[in-house]
């Protein structure tokens, strides 16, 4: 007999098929981790095959791709409209932003550090190795039109160009406003708040698409990249990954215990996330996923679809490692001994480079062709590292996305809006 006094359970909640499919799935973890495995026998066992399956991994990427802008600019434009002033807008700005500056430049030092400390370069046989086609890749760039192009000249031209800083400037601007007008804003965020939802669940749809892409970029890279350059350049390789690590098991818990915000479970919530976007080599990937991830941590909305988005411009932590220990590495290689001033130098054009390049194509390439020029490296250099540069971007962007969640996490723990739910919300 059933229980009268029983609660009917919510839509989807229940013992459906949909609801039995969820729970026979194994985690998107372990479908990643086979996932992984799969892609490298596939690619050490049939090399032509996989040379092909590139188009499905790119095709995986353009449809999130497809997706963020639709869901950063109504995700955007509802927390900041919801916020209750525009003071508490400029200071959740002002929080993020000096929060960024001042992790990255403390990760910049350590890399440093940890560069001088091992010696890494020194010895090195570059001239023995070829370096890579650079002539499409920007060799420079110009910080006023950088700063400049934040400002869209046009907001649909931006939309359609997935422009992630001018997207996030306009999207600021129509938030304030429609903190301003009242009453008259609601229809508005009804309808943007209707259409970020929506774009949750089309990005749920395509995240089903994981372990399939996941193979075709593993057995691409296995394929077509081979391990001889990896192997040459090892000491590098090594070195990158060592920092990447002392960074996020010395000094990201240190901020945490800081600001009192809870790491290690953070990891467990989001290690998935981290793991696609360590295989994927994408950030983008994981951001809509990542914000629905931290909400159910206890992240506040308002705080989560604010930070991120504004951390991916701006909070590069895993591309600032790379940036100053590349730099140290050509120096070393080349015979260049490094001042006090150049160093000095250094330092400041690196804490100025990787701040707002999100929309620079090959921007981490970009930046060290930049800052090797300032210090009078060869280009040569910095063409020989593309040679391992898909191994290190693996790590680079994991880096970037852990150091992001944790910002995100200390952001809102600032600002009262951190309550962590009593069970783990990992889904």
């Known amino acids: 007999m059933e229980d009268p006094n029983a609660t009917a359970a919510p839509p989807g909640s229940g013992d459906g098929p949909e609801r039995r499919r969820r729970l026979s799935m194994p985690p998107l973890g372990v479908q990643v981790l086979v996932a992984l495995v799969v892609g490298a026998v596939l690619g050490f066992a049939a090399p032509s095959f996989s040379e092909h399956l590139k188009i499905v991994g790119d095709g995986f990427i353009r449809l ?17 409209a919801r916020l209750e002033s525009v003071r508490a807008v400029g200071r959740l700005a002002v929080k993020a932003l000096l929060y960024f500056e001042i992790v990255t430049t403390v990760i910049l030092i350590v890399t440093l550090f940890v560069a001088f400390a091992t010696g890494i370069g020194r010895g090195a046989n570059l001239h023995s190795l070829a370096p890579a086609n ?8 110009d910080l006023p039109s950088l700063f400049l192009n934040i400002i869209p000249e046009n907001v649909f031209a931006a939309l359609g160009e997935g422009d992630l800083l001018a997207i996030l400037f306009f999207a600021v601007f129509l938030g304030l406003a429609l903190t301003k007008i009242g009453d008259k804003a609601k229809p508005v965020i009804t309808v943007l708040d209707g259409i970020a939802d929506a774009m949750f669940q089309v990005i749920a749809w395509v995240v089903r698409l994981t372990p399939l892409a996941v193979v075709s970029f593993v057995a691409y890279n296995t394929a077509h990249y081979g391990w001889d350059l990896v192997l ?36 467990r919530a989001v290690a998935d ?10 950030a983008e ?16 909305r308002t705080v989560s679809s604010f930070s991120l988005p504004l951390g991916y411009s701006f909070n590069a932590d895993g591309a600032t490692m790379y940036e100053a220990l590349a730099v140290v590495f050509l120096a070393h290689a080349y015979g260049v001994e490094l001042t006090i001033p150049q160093l000095l130098t250094m330092l ?8 707002g390049i999100a929309g620079v194509p090959s921007a981490a390439i970009v930046v060290l062709f930049s800052a090797s020029a300032v210090i009078g490296l060869p280009a040569e250099g910095v063409a020989i590292l593309l040679a391992v540069d898909f191994v290190v971007d693996m790590a680079r962007t994991g880096l970037n ?16 809006l951190f309550r962590r739910p009593k069970e783990e919300v990992t889904a």
């Open 64 to 80: 999130i791709e497809m997706s963020i802008v639709p869901l950063i600019f109504p995700l955007i434009v509802v927390s900041i």
């Open 134 to 141: 650079t002539d499409n890749i920007q060799r420079s760039m």
């Open 232 to 267: 040459k350049l090892v000491m590098f390789v090594a070195v990158f990954y060592g920092a990447a690590i002392v960074v996020l098991v010395v000094l990201f818990p240190i901020i945490a215990a800081i600001f009192r915000v809870p790491y290690v479970p953070m990891l």
């Open 273 to 282: 996330l981290l793991l696609l976007s360590f295989l994927t080599r994408s």
């Open 285 to 300: 990937v994981v951001l809509a996923p990542l914000i629905r991830r931290l909400d159910g941590f206890g992240v506040d």
């Open 348 to 355: 400041l054009v690196l804490m100025l480079l990787t701040k």
């Open 401 to 416: 996305v852990a150091g992001n969640s944790l910002a995100t996490l200390v952001i809102a723990k600032s600002e009262g």
